[in-house]
Antibody
Framework: EVLLVESGGGLVQPGGSLRLSCAAS????????MDWVRQAPGKGLEWIGR??????????QYAASVKGRFTSSRDDSKNSLYLQMNSLRTEDTAVYYC??????????WGQGTLVTVSS | QSALTQPPSASGSPGQSVTISCTGT?????????VSWYQQHPGKAPRLMIY???KRPSGVPDRFSGSKSGNTASLTVSGLQAEDEADYYC??????????FGTGTKVSVL
C-alpha cells in the first residue's frame, strides 16, 4: 500500500523558516518524481514544486510564488522528501501536501500538514 | 501562471449527469494532453480521478470520464451518487516543467 505521511507543520512568525518532511512507503520511492501542493484555508489547490528522480538528477522546479524562498529535496535512502521554507509570509499559510507524480498526474497524496504563518 | 478557469459550482439530481469545464490557454490545456482531475471531500486529501485527459486510474468508477477540445477540458460524472458531492479540480502541465490547477468546482447532489 502506497503511503505518504507529511510532518513538520506548525506556527511560525513572518520571516521565519520551517522544514516539512514527507515519509514514503509502499513503492519504489527513488523511481518517482515527487511534488508539493498547498491549499490555503477555504481556497483551491496550488502546485508549488516538483523534485525529479535520481535518473533526472533530482532536478527541482518551483512555482513563481515560492521560487527563491522554498527548496525541495529528497533522500532516496530514507524514502523521504523535504521542503525547506524560508522567508515565510502570512500568505504561505496553508495545508501542505506531498504527492507522488506519475506521468504528470498526482496519483497518491499524503494527508497534509498545516503551516500557519502569523505573529 | 494563471489558474485554469472552472465554474464555481455545478449540481444535479441522483442518477443525472453533470459536466465541469476547465478552460486554459494554448500554453497549458490546449498544448498538452496532460490534463488531470481531482476529487476532494471536505477535510480530506485530493484523489486522482482522471489523468492524461481521459484515462481512469484503477478503482475509479467508469461513471467518471474526461475529454478535451482546444483549450477546454471537461469532466463528466454520469449517474450521480451522493458520494460524488465534493470539490473537483482540474490540473494541466503548463510547459517549462510547471503545472497549474483549476479554480475548483463544488459539485452538489440535489
Amino acid at each position: 500500500e502506497v503511503l505518504l505521511v507529511e510532518s513538520g507543520g506548525g506556527l511560525v512568525q513572518p520571516g521565519g523558516s520551517l522544514r516539512l518532511s514527507c515519509a514514503a512507503s509502499g513503492f519504489t520511492f527513488s523511481d518517482h518524481y515527487m511534488d508539493w501542493v498547498r491549499q490555503a484555508p477555504g481556497k483551491g489547490l496550488e502546485w508549488i514544486g516538483r523534485t525529479k528522480n535520481k535518473g533526472n538528477s533530482h532536478v527541482t522546479q518551483y512555482a513563481a510564488s515560492v521560487k527563491g524562498r522554498f527548496t525541495s529535496s529528497r533522500d532516496d535512502s530514507k524514502n523521504s522528501l523535504y521542503l525547506q521554507m524560508n522567508s515565510l509570509r502570512t500568505e504561505d499559510t496553508a495545508v501542505y501536501y506531498c504527492a507522488r507524480d506519475t506521468d504528470a498526474a498526482l496519483d497518491y497524496w499524503g494527508q497534509g500538514t498545516l503551516v500557519t504563518v502569523s505573529s | 501562471q494563471s489558474a485554469l478557469t472552472q465554474p464555481p459550482s455545478a449540481s444535479g439530481s441522483p442518477g443525472q449527469s453533470v459536466t465541469i469545464s476547465c478552460t486554459g490557454t494554448s500554453s497549458d490545456v490546449g498544448g498538452y494532453d496532460y490534463v488531470s482531475w481531482y476529487q476532494q471531500h471536505p477535510g480530506k486529501a485530493p484523489r486522482l480521478m482522471i489523468y492524461e485527459v481521459s484515462k481512469r486510474p484503477s478503482g475509479v468508477p467508469d461513471r467518471f470520464s474526461g475529454s478535451k477540445s482546444g483549450n477546454t477540458a471537461s469532466l463528466t460524472v454520469s449517474g450521480l451518487q451522493a458520494e460524488d458531492e465534493a470539490d473537483y479540480y482540474c490540473s494541466s502541465y503548463a510547459g517549462d516543467n510547471n503545472y497549474v490547477f483549476g479554480t475548483g468546482t463544488k459539485v452538489s447532489v440535489l
